[in-house]
């Protein structure tokens, strides 16, 4: 079983940045790829990006230019730097992890290991 612990969500106004961290408790090493995602209440869980063991990189469209995902493998970390940020980031975001073939995959459901999700406010 593979636990995900976000953290470095809050409050920040628009145009500032955040980085979100997500401390794994497996080989980041080893899992086929890892991603962000973002909910906001009554809407559905949406892409934000995601990477692969290989370091293959994909972006949502909204926040391509702004947001960059990375890891850290020797501390088992993901990270998401989020500049620029807009009031229609308000989200709660979520680290996803799974094993399988390395692809870059951007649903939900293809997912099978979850954090608990960190609250990002953004004021105007």
């Known amino acids: 079983q593979v636990q995900l612990v976000e953290s470095g969500g809050g409050l920040v106004q628009a145009g500032g940045s955040l980085r979100l961290s997500c401390a794994v408790s497996?080989?980041?090493?080893?899992?086929?790829?890892m991603a962000w995602f973002r909910q906001v209440p009554g809407k559905e869980r949406e892409f934000v990006a995601t990477?692969?063991?290989?370091?293959?990189?994909y972006y949502g469209d909204s926040v391509k230019g702004r947001f960059t995902i990375s890891k850290d493998n020797a501390e088992n970390t993901l990270y998401l730097q989020m500049n620029s940020l807009k009031p229609e980031d308000t989200a709660v975001y979520y680290c996803?992890?799974?094993?399988?073939?390395?692809?870059?995959?951007?649903?939900?459901?293809?997912?099978?290991?979850w954090g608990q999700g960190t609250q990002v406010t953004v004021s105007s």
């Open positions: 996803a992890a799974r094993y399988g073939t390395v692809i870059v995959i951007r649903t939900s459901s293809a997912y099978s290991y």
């Open positions: 990477i692969t063991r290989s370091g293959g990189l």
């Open positions: 497996a080989r980041t090493s080893s899992l086929a790829s």
